[in-house]
């Protein structure tokens, strides 16, 4: 199941709303996108529409045929009740957890030649996936002055060092990717978090990461294979009020969970809307793209959404999965869009529709 296999078998799962709508978008793409991989699509349900059906938001043979038939995986986008449904918990969390996808990469990237030139943000966003306070142990009882509700936050050294890793690793392949157009790129990676206050755990968080760099240093002699990265760490809500003065002194972000959440959504509005921001959930062998919006259930069923997310989700899937020459065509095409302007959908002040929108990207990817 590794990524030299001749044909690519990768699970496709639309889900709900408009993820019906953008992930065909993206399927097109990478079937005709020169230097490509040759791909087998196999199609998989998950979803609230599904649960509604079924009883079941990801039936066992999904994640059956994941674990066993494929390669890697999209993933459309699911609605969120707004209120507790009894015996629905979300796909993609699950998914998460049975495929041990315990990093979410966000990219949030600029396109040169637009307005996105004034302030300019080239940084990669890397979430923690599996806890903090995301691990939902909640509680609630009553006491002498009314009802008292508790959550427990958890940050252990294992998920800490291993997002540690992750975020070095990503910043060497950015090295990579740049080695001609950029030669003297320096990658940095900020650890965010809060340990002024949070002590502990944020404190383990920081201290898990920073033993990553360290390690690699002492254990070579000051020449490991980190020797060319910088380290800089940040407190969470500095790091966003930087994030819109200057986002440009940010590369590599590392975060626990919901520090995670909270920042990359906060970069995803400097670039400008939802419908661009993609994402990919990687374990150590295996990558699921899933763009970072959701359902978007006030759009869904007209044919306006913005199928760009999920297009990039899919080029940093195969980013991720070695094939950078055929992801690096997909970026370039996709700018080439914005930069013209002319096929943009509503969410950008354009009206074009999903397709004219995939269509143009196409044609640049195969002119
Ligand atoms: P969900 O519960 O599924 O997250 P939501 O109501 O929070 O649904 P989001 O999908 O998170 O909806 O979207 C928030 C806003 O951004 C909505 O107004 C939506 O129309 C818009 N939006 C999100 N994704 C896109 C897209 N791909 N193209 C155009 N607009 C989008
Ligand atoms: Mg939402």
Do not use: W
Request: hydrophobic share 35%; aromatic share 6%.
């Amino acid at each position: 199941k590794n990524a030299s296999a001749k044909v690519l078998r990768l699970g496709m799962m639309p889900a709900d709303g408009i993820g019906r709508e953008v992930l065909p978008c993206a399927q097109r793409v990478l079937q005709n996108t020169p230097g490509a991989p040759k791909f087998e699509f196999v199609h998989l349900d998950a979803g609230f529409e599904h649960f509604q059906k079924t009883g079941s938001a990801l039936p066992e043979e999904t994640v059956k045929a994941l674990k066993n038939d494929c390669h890697g995986a999209m993933f459309g986008s699911v609605s969120s009740p707004s209120h507790k449904v009894d015996g629905y918990s979300s796909p993609i969390v699950k998914l998460r957890k049975e495929l041990d996808l315990y990093a979410n990469i966000r990219p949030v990237v600029g396109v040169r030649g637009t307005k996105d030139d004034e302030k300019f943000v080239d940084s990669v966003i890397i979430r923690e996936n599996t806890e903090c306070l995301y691990i939902k142990s909640e509680t609630s009882e009553s006491g002498p002055d009314g009802q008292v509700a508790r959550a427990i936050r958890q940050i252990t050294e294992k998920a800490s060092t291993r997002i540690g890793k992750k975020a070095f690793e990503v910043a060497l392949a950015r090295q990579e990717l740049r080695r001609t157009t950029q030669p003297n790129y320096t990658p940095t990676v900020t650890i965010c978090h809060k340990s002024n206050v949070l002590s502990v755990t944020d404190g383990l968080f920081r201290t898990s990461v920073r033993g990553v760099y360290e390690k690699d240093a002492k254990d070579n002699g000051g020449a490991g294979r980190y020797e060319g990265i910088k380290l800089n760490e940040q407190l969470v809500d500095s790091m966003v009020y930087r994030l819109f003065r200057e986002p440009e002194v940010f590369d590599v972000v590392v975060a626990p969970n919901l520090y995670g959440d909270i920042v990359s959504d906060a970069a995803a509005a400097l670039v400008g809307s939802l419908g661009l921001v993609p994402s990919v959930n990687a374990g150590d062998n295996f990558f699921m793209g899933e763009p970072v919006h959701g359902s978007a259930p006030d759009i869904a069923g007209q044919g306006k959404a913005n199928p760009i997310a999920s297009i990039r989700s899919a080029a940093l899937m195969l980013e991720y999965m070695g094939y950078t020459d055929p992801a690096l065509k997909i970026y370039t095409a996709v700018d080439a869009v914005i930069r013209e302007g002319k096929y943009l959908t509503p969410d950008l002040g354009g009206s074009a529709t999903t397709t004219e929108c995939e269509e143009a990207i196409l044609k640049k990817i195969t002119a």
